[in-house]
C-alpha cells in the first residue's frame, strides 16, 4: 500500500491580556479568534500514512484540526501569554518547548498515523520546524527579496542556438525580476542563534551584492555563470556558508515567480519545481 502525506494548517490568534482566550466562530481566520487586535499564527501538522481503499484517504481532514488544537496550540498560547504579562519578548529557543511537547502529544494522538513534522509560521514569510525523524533538529526560515535583471546566454553557442535554448530569456536588453530567496539554517538548539543577526549576515552577503543589479554585469560571479535561479541559489549558498552562526545551513529556495522556484541544500543536487 502506498504511503501518502497529508499536510493541515491550524490558525489561532493570542489575546496575550485577556483573561480568556475566545473560541470564536471562523477557523478559517483563527481559532482562538481574539477580541480586537491579536497575535496571529499557524500550526501546521504533517501526517503519513496509508489510504483506506473505501474512502479514498487516511484520515478525515476534520479529525486534524481538535488534537492540534487541544494538544499545540494552548501550549503556545499560555508561553506567549505568560511572556507578555511578565513584559518580556518571546525567544525562538522559548517557543523550541511547547512545539516539543506539542510534537510528543500529537504523535500520541494521531497514532497509528505517523506526524512527520509540526511547523509554527510566525508570520507569512519566517517559519520554526520540528522534523520527527530529525533527532530533535529545528530548522528556521526566513524570507528575503531582491530585484534585478539578466540575460541568459551561453557565449559557447551562436546567437541562433542561444535563442533557441533560452526563448525571450536571450533578449540582448536583459529582462527582470522580483526575486524572493527563502533561507534555511538549523540545529538542536536555537540558543547561539540571533534572528537579527541572521538577517544582516543575509542582507550583506546576498542581497545588497544581488539588488537592483544586471546580474550579468555587476555581479562578478555571473559573469561566468549564467544567472538561473539554480545558480543564484548556488551562488547565495556559497556566499553564506562561511557566515552564518549559531547554526548549520540547510538549503536556500529561490523564487523568480510565483510558479517557479529552485531549492539548493550545499552538497545534494539542486531541485527545481514550478509552484
Known amino acids: 500500500m502506498a504511503r501518502l502525506r497529508l499536510q493541515r494548517t491550524v490558525r489561532f490568534c493570542v489575546s496575550p491580556f485577556a ?3 475566545p473560541a470564536g466562530f471562523n477557523h478559517y481566520a483563527g481559532m482562538p479568534t481574539g477580541a480586537g487586535l491579536a497575535l ?7 501526517l503519513e500514512g496509508e489510504a483506506d481503499p473505501e474512502t479514498g484517504f487516511f484520515i478525515n481532514i476534520c479529525d486534524v484540526d481538535p488534537p492540534v488544537r487541544r494538544h499545540a496550540v494552548p501550549l503556545l498560547t499560555q508561553l506567549i501569554a505568560d511572556t507578555y504579562r511578565a513584559g518580556r519578548d518571546v525567544a525562538l ?3 523550541l518547548v511547547p512545539l516539543r511537547t506539542s510534537l510528543k502529544r500529537l504523535a500520541e494522538a494521531f497514532a497509528p ?6 511547523e509554527l509560521r510566525l508570520n507569512p514569510f519566517r517559519r520554526m520546524t520540528l522534523i520527527a525523524e530529525a533527532d530533535n533538529m529545528v530548522h528556521y526560515s526566513e524570507k528575503f527579496e531582491f530585484s534585478a535583471t539578466h540575460q541568459l546566454w551561453n557565449p559557447k553557442l551562436d546567437d541562433e542556438a542561444n535563442r533557441r535554448l533560452f526563448g525571450k530569456c536571450a533578449n540582448p536588453s536583459g ?4 526575486y524572493a530567496i527563502e533561507i534555511t539554517v538549523k540545529g538542536t538548539s536555537l ?8 538577517q544582516e549576515v543575509i542582507d550583506r552577503h546576498v542581497v545588497e551584492p544581488l539588488d537592483h543589479t544586471n546580474l550579468n554585469l555587476d555581479v562578478p560571479y555571473f559573469q561566468s555563470h ?3 535561479i539554480e545558480n543564484i ?7 553564506l556558508q562561511d557566515h552564518v552562526e549559531g547554526l548549520a545551513l540547510d538549503c536556500i529556495r529561490v523564487w523568480e515567480s510565483e510558479r517557479s522556484c529552485c531549492a539548493y541544500g550545499g552538497t545534494t543536487q539542486a531541485s527545481k519545481s514550478d509552484e
Open 19 to 21: 483573561a480568556t482566550q
Open 175 to 178: 529582462h527582470g525580476h522580483n
Open 93 to 95: 529557543t522559548a517557543l
Open 113 to 118: 498515523l505517523v506526524v512527520k513534522k509540526l
Open 191 to 198: 540558543d547561539a542563534f540571533d534572528s537579527l543577526s541572521f
Open 233 to 239: 541559489a548556488i551562488f547565495a549558498w556559497e556566499q
Open 226 to 228: 549564467n544567472p538561473t
Open 40 to 46: 496571529y499564527l499557524e500550526l501546521a501538522v504533517e
